[in-house]
């Protein structure tokens, strides 16, 4: 007697679309059975379309998964930082800097005076001049360059763009120390833009990466970049030969780099950070606690990253407490984290009435005359004390008058918070829209701790 088998088999390719079926059927009797395969494509076969090339394309150039690989926001950030190195791609031949230019005496080219000796010393010098200030300014803004990765990604492009500037300037700088103080400064520039972009670039890929797929997503980036820059290289050479003037080759040079620097700018609002840093920090605890009136937590504003992105602003001051209010922002003062305790110290407050009302915190927060919060933050300091140490922070200069006892206000704002576990509300309430409140983005410097 026969029997019939039948297998199917569905293949999906990484992000979970269907590619092809495999059936399986096998029949016959129990001393010989026969077995087959039919194979079955996801799509019909159909005249000649661009989707095969398009996911062909995808496939080099993309994510494996994607979209489901990378963040929401990876598409249109990527975008738009592609498009503006293509623009600072076809600015890179420089045209501003002409052949008249270049053999003008004291330049180099065309100068009798000029030795090999000087043009080697003076590359020495730029070389030296950037790595000294790689050094220095790592060592300045390292801890910052994590949690204000936006502000440093485009400030990156702001160096690049400048040290351009100079470069195409340097041939109608008087020769001597004018020239090489111009060129150097350039040379500083760029070491700055390489270790804020670098670092900077490596922080918003882990952003992006969603499925541990860090090292395929630069992988991915740098073939990006490569076409890209190759497309602007080719633009650029069709530029350089159509535009002779001086007038009008600055002109087209300057409007490339604000399109350049307009690009960079709408690419980096773009990106949603699901970390709290100080400024992210100020926009939703000032909707949380303005919100929290003697109402029931599901009307808390408890704003998105999406929405908190939407107010966030690349530059900002540093170390600011704002509250915002809708669209609006006040400044209230300012506050850091992690201070030194001889610089909290410094402020003069009442350690001893501190100590006391702090002994059940992972931190001693000190409001100074000037309206500045000092932090002081305990051995086992969590992410989750530090966010309530910000928060407290706000809410204490925000309820300050300026007259009343500082240590008062400092007092009924802790009260406020830890009434009814409310700042443990505001975290299970941020981390049900997608905060990720396990990040550490309120130190820009290295921090101290203290054991009382």
Not at 216 to 234: C, H, P, R, V, W
Not at 318 to 328: K, N, P
Not at 419 to 444: H, P
Request: net charge neutral.
């Amino acid at each position: 007697m026969e029997s019939q088998t039948k297998l199917t088999f569905q293949e999906t390719d990484g992000a979970g679309n269907p590619t092809a079926t495999f059936v399986y059927s096998e029949q016959g009797g129990s001393s010989k059975r026969v077995g087959r395969v039919d194979a079955i494509s996801s799509s019909p076969p159909t005249s000649w379309s661009a989707k095969p090339l398009i996911t062909s394309l995808s496939d080099v150039f993309l994510p494996s998964g994607y979209p489901h690989s990378v963040s929401d926001d990876y598409l249109p950030s990527i975008a738009g930082l592609l498009s503006s190195r293509a623009v600072l791609q076809g600015t890179a031949p420089r045209p501003s800097a002409s052949p008249a230019q270049l053999t003008a005496p004291g330049v180099g080219v065309g100068n009798p005076d000029a030795s090999p000796t000087s043009a080697l010393l003076l590359h020495i010098l730029q070389d030296t001049s950037g790595r000294i200030a790689t050094i220095l300014f790592a060592h300045r803004v390292g801890t910052a360059l994590e949690p204000e990765c936006k502000t440093y990604r485009l400030a990156a492009d702001v160096f690049n763009d400048i040290a351009m500037i100079l470069d195409c300037l340097s041939p109608g700088v008087p020769a001597g120390a004018m020239r090489v103080t111009v060129l150097s400064t350039a040379g500083v520039l760029r070491a700055l833009c390489g270790v804020a972009g670098g670092s900077s670039k490596a922080s918003l890929s882990a952003h992006f990466a969603k499925w541990g797929n860090l090292a395929e997503l630069n992988a991915k980036d740098s073939s990006q970049e490569t076409i890209i820059s190759l497309f602007g290289m080719l633009v650029g050479s069709v530029v350089v030969s159509q535009i002779t003037g001086f007038t009008t080759t600055w002109l087209v040079l300057l409007v490339l780099l604000g399109l350049h620097l307009g690009m960079n700018y709408a690419a980096v609002r773009a990106v949603q950070m699901t970390s709290l840093n100080r400024q992210r920090a100020n926009i939703a605890f000032s909707a949380l606690l303005d919100s929290d009136k003697g109402v029931e937590s599901t009307q808390w504003a408890v704003l998105t990253p999406a929405q908190v992105a939407s107010q966030e602003s690349i530059f900002h001051r540093d170390g600011a407490l704002q509250w915002m209010a809708g669209s609006t922002s006040v400044y209230l003062g300012s506050a850091r984290v992690g201070v030194p305790m001889a610089a909290f110290v410094a402020e003069k407050p009442p350690l001893g009435r501190l100590a006391g009302l702090f002994s059940g915190e992972a931190y001693l927060l000190y409001l100074s005359e000037k309206r500045h919060v000092s932090v002081v933050l305990k051995k086992g300091c969590s992410v989750q004390d530090q966010l309530k140490a910000w928060a407290h922070g706000l809410l204490a200069v925000k309820s300050w008058d300026g007259s009343s006892d500082v240590i008062d206000v400092i007092e009924e704002s802790l009260a406020f918070l830890n009434e009814g576990d409310r700042f443990g509300a505001y975290l299970v309430k941020l981390r049900a829209v997608g905060w990720n409140v396990e990040i550490a983005a309120l130190e820009t410097r290295s921090g101290r701790r203290i054991d009382i």
